[in-house]
C-alpha cells in the first residue's frame, strides 16, 4: 500500500484505542474493607489512546517511552497478540516478533524440536525450515545444546534460539521488544550486525528499547510514547534529547 506520498506503507495505524481492566481481589477483612473502600471490582487502564502512525517499507523504527507509557503494547497489537478496543491496524508484508523470551517454545522439547514448531508459526514448511535449520543453529551457537531440552537452558541461550529463528524467516517487518538487552555482550553485537543488514536489505524494522544510543545510532527514525499518546515522531537524535529533557 502507497500513501499520497507515494511511499510504501508496511504497518498504518489509525484511531487506535487499547484498555485493559485491571480486576482485585475482594476484601476479606473489616480492615482491608476500610482502607479500600472506595475501589471499585475493576478498574479500567487506558493505556493507548487515540494512536495514529504510518510506518513505511525499509524504516528502522524505535518505540522509546518510560515503562507504563504503551510502547509494548503497540508492538503487541501490530503482531495480533491482542487487539485494540476501538481503531484498526494493519501490516502489509510478512512479519515476524521477537517479543517474549521463549514464546511459542515448549520447554520439554529440544531446541532442534522448537526451530521446527517456532519456524512453522511464522509460516515456513518442513521443508523450508529442512534448508535454514543449519543456518539456525550456527548463529544460534548452540551446536552442543541443541538436542537438549530447552528448559534446561539460561534465559541467554532462549535468547539465542528465538533471535536465530526470527532473522531466518525471510520476513518483511522485524518487530522486536526489549529482549535484546538479555544476551551478552559478544551476542547483542552479532544482533545487531544481522540487523544492519537486514536494515540493507529493505525490511522494515520496529524496535522497543530503553538503549537510547542504540535508538541513534541504529535507527533512522524514533517515536517517543508518553502516557498512552505520541508524544514526538521524528529524527531519533531530536526525539530522544527531547526525551531525556522531559526525564530530567
Given at each position: 500500500?502507497?500513501?499520497?506520498?507515494?511511499?510504501?506503507?508496511?504497518?498504518?495505524?489509525?484511531?487506535?484505542?487499547?484498555?485493559?481492566?485491571?480486576?482485585?481481589?475482594?476484601?476479606?477483612?473489616?480492615?482491608?474493607?476500610?482502607?479500600?473502600?472506595?475501589?471499585?471490582?475493576?478498574?479500567?487502564?487506558?493505556?493507548?489512546?487515540?494512536?495514529?502512525?504510518?510506518?513505511?517499507?525499509?524504516?528502522?523504527?524505535?518505540?522509546?517511552?518510560?515503562?507504563?507509557?504503551?510502547?509494548s503494547?503497540l508492538?503487541?497489537?501490530?503482531?495480533?497478540?491482542?487487539?485494540?478496543?476501538?481503531?484498526?491496524l494493519?501490516?502489509?508484508?510478512?512479519?515476524?516478533?521477537?517479543?517474549?523470551?521463549?514464546?511459542?517454545?515448549?520447554?520439554?522439547?529440544?531446541?532442534?524440536e522448537?526451530?521446527?514448531?517456532?519456524?512453522?508459526?511464522?509460516?515456513?514448511?518442513?521443508?523450508?525450515?529442512?534448508?535454514?535449520?543449519d543456518?539456525?543453529?550456527?548463529?544460534?551457537?548452540?551446536?552442543?545444546?541443541?538436542?537438549n531440552?530447552?528448559?534446561?537452558?539460561?534465559?541467554?541461550?532462549?535468547?539465542?534460539?528465538?533471535?536465530?529463528?526470527?532473522?531466518?524467516?525471510?520476513?518483511?517487518?522485524?518487530?522486536?521488544?526489549?529482549?535484546?538487552?538479555?544476551?551478552?555482550?559478544?551476542?547483542?553485537?552479532?544482533?545487531?550486525?544481522?540487523?544492519?543488514?537486514?536494515?540493507?536489505?529493505?525490511?522494515?524494522?520496529?524496535?522497543?528499547?530503553?538503549?537510547l544510543?542504540?535508538?541513534?545510532?541504529?535507527?533512522?527514525?524514533?517515536?517517543?510514547?508518553?502516557?498512552?499518546?505520541?508524544?514526538?515522531?521524528?529524527?531519533?537524535k531530536?526525539?530522544?534529547?527531547?526525551?531525556?529533557?522531559?526525564c530530567?
Amino acid at each position: 500500500m502507497k500513501d499520497k506520498h507515494d511511499k510504501t506503507i508496511a504497518i498504518t495505524v489509525r484511531r487506535v484505542n487499547k484498555d485493559f481492566k485491571l480486576f482485585y481481589d475482594k476484601a476479606n477483612t473489616l480492615k482491608e474493607k476500610l482502607l479500600f473502600w472506595n475501589r471499585s471490582k475493576n478498574d479500567i487502564l487506558h493505556i493507548l489512546k487515540d494512536i495514529n502512525l504510518d510506518i513505511y517499507k525499509g524504516e528502522t523504527v524505535a518505540l522509546i517511552g518510560v515503562n507504563g507509557s504503551g510502547k509494548s503494547t503497540l508492538l503487541k497489537l501490530m503482531t495480533k497478540i491482542i487487539y485494540p478496543n476501538s481503531g484498526y491496524l494493519k501490516t502489509y508484508g510478512k512479519l515476524t516478533s521477537l517479543l517474549e523470551l521463549g514464546a511459542g517454545f515448549h520447554p520439554d522439547f529440544s531446541g532442534r524440536e522448537n526451530i521446527y514448531f517456532n519456524a512453522s508459526i511464522f509460516g515456513l514448511t518442513k521443508g523450508d525450515i529442512d534448508k535454514r535449520i543449519d543456518k539456525i543453529i550456527e548463529f544460534s551457537e548452540l551446536e552442543e545444546f541443541i538436542d537438549n531440552p530447552v528448559r534446561t537452558y539460561s534465559s541467554g541461550m532462549y535468547l539465542r534460539l528465538a533471535f536465530s529463528v526470527a532473522i531466518n524467516v525471510d520476513a518483511d517487518i522485524l518487530l522486536i521488544d526489549e529482549i535484546l538487552a538479555v544476551g551478552d555482550q559478544h551476542f547483542q553485537e552479532k544482533c545487531y550486525k544481522r540487523l544492519e543488514e537486514l536494515k540493507k536489505d529493505g525490511k522494515t524494522i520496529v524496535i522497543v528499547t530503553h538503549a537510547l544510543d542504540v535508538v541513534k545510532s541504529f535507527c533512522n527514525r524514533a517515536i517517543w510514547i508518553s502516557e498512552g499518546v505520541v508524544k514526538m515522531d521524528g529524527d531519533p537524535k531530536k526525539v530522544v534529547g527531547a526525551y531525556l529533557n522531559d526525564c530530567r
